[in-house]
Nanobody
Framework: QVQLVESGGGLVQAGGSLRLSCAASGRTFNYYGMGWFRQAPGTEREFVAA???????YYADSVKGRFTISRDNAKNTVYLQMNSLKPDDTAVYYC???????????????????WGQGTQVTVSS
């Protein structure tokens, strides 16, 4: 079991930037892939980005070229740098840890066994 704590959300104007952080504890961090998902009111949770234990990255088409996921294994932390934010990016953002050490970039929430509490990102027009 791994514990995840997100931070860095907030209110930003369209075109602005935010960086989300997710601190992990309770498991060997560098063995597992990590992901970011988001959920807007009235919608299902959707995949945003993921990074495998080897550092390969994957993105939803809607954020490709604007968001960057990265990890710092020495700090047990995964980041999501969000640039050129749009009002459609408004959502609660969740950090998630893959269930298996063999995670290879899937976008399915069911492949992630641990979730953070979420952090609100609001982009004003």
């Amino acid at each position: 079991q791994v514990q995840l704590v997100e931070s860095g959300g907030g209110l930003v104007q369209a075109g602005g930037s935010l960086r989300l952080s997710c601190a992990a504890s309770g498991r060997t961090f560098n063995y597992y892939g990590m992901g970011w998902f988001r959920q807007a009111p009235g919608t299902e949770r959707e995949f945003v980005a993921a990074i495998t234990r080897s550092g390969s990255t994957y993105y939803a088409d809607s954020v490709k070229g604007r968001f960057t996921i990265s990890r710092d294994n020495a700090k047990n932390t995964v980041y999501l740098q969000m640039n050129s934010l749009k009002p459609d990016d408004t959502a609660v953002y969740y950090c998630a840890a893959a269930s298996s050490i063999w995670y290879s970039g899937s976008a399915y929430p069911s492949d992630f066994g641990s979730w953070g509490q979420g952090t609100q990102v609001t982009v004003s027009s």
